[in-house]
């Protein structure tokens, strides 16, 4: 609860809604699903900002761009169902919106909410992550970041009362395979670790690898090291064993109740691995 809540606004208008969170007293939050902020009992804040009515709620393929366009009110249950996201790598970032939460959960909680809380183990934002989203973001101006940049600079980014109002996903280019595995208490159960892979290929040589990870850091992350190991190569089972026991090297997590930090380790690279084998059978 947020017990020291005294003003709740709904602008009709961006603009607006960017003032709003601009003063600096009352002290003023966006309000988007409301499931994580709801119930966070944050007693600094004092204003909220609700983002319902800013046109943000739509999922679309925009031929020009060549992009899935998500505007940041989408729900994960939208996220889910839409055509357009199910029909794009493999289907994966559907998949990971649906697997996020139950279907109350997912009704209310946003692609922008999720964003902007950046869970180490969201297996939506990793997967987002691989297939290289982008992340309009607006303050006094519009900018569109990588996600990967985007949650390394996230604290600074917010810090500016900026809103997330977009996550764009280009359509994959060539022969590209997708694929997301997870290891989790039970098969409801958040993961504990979680790895995605997009590998796109040219005359069977890879193009562009995309490896990300969830639980084995402050947030999910991306690993350009291996990714560029595997460019240019005719990827097979033993460059995969190579790329995933290097894996297991390069992260270093921290352990919990959950997992520790030597399971994480182990997982990443066999998360890896299984990812990025499904990704090259799917290959279309
Ligand atoms: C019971 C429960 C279980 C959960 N399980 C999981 C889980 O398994 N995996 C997982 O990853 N998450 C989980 N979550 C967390 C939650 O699903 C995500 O954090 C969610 O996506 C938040 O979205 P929201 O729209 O509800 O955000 P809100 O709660 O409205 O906002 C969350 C934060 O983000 C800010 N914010 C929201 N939208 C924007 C925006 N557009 N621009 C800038 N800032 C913004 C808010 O100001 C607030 O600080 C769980 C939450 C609950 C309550």
Redesign the pocket.
Known sequence: MLINLRQYHHPHDLQEALRLLRRLRPRT????????????EDRSVEAVVD?QNLG?HYVKMDLDSQSVLIG??A??ADVSRSDAVRRVYDGIIAEAAHR??GSV?RN??????????A?P?????VVLLACDAHVTICASDAIQLPLAEFLTRRDEL?AEH????EVALSLPQGQTGAAVQRVARTPAD?PIVCAAAVLSFSNGMCTTARLALGGVSETPVRLPKVEVMLTGQAVNSELIEAAAEWISELVDPIGDFRGSAAYRKAMAGVLSARAMKEALARLA
Do not use: C, K, N, R
Request: proline share 2%.
């Open positions: 939050v966006p309000l988007a699903g409301g499931s994580t902020l709801i119930g966070s983002l943000l940041a009110m729900t994960l996020s939460a959960l209310q909680a946003t692609i922008g909410g999720a964003v902007a809380v869970d183990a969201d297996e939506l934002l917010l900026a809103l997330i109002t958040a």
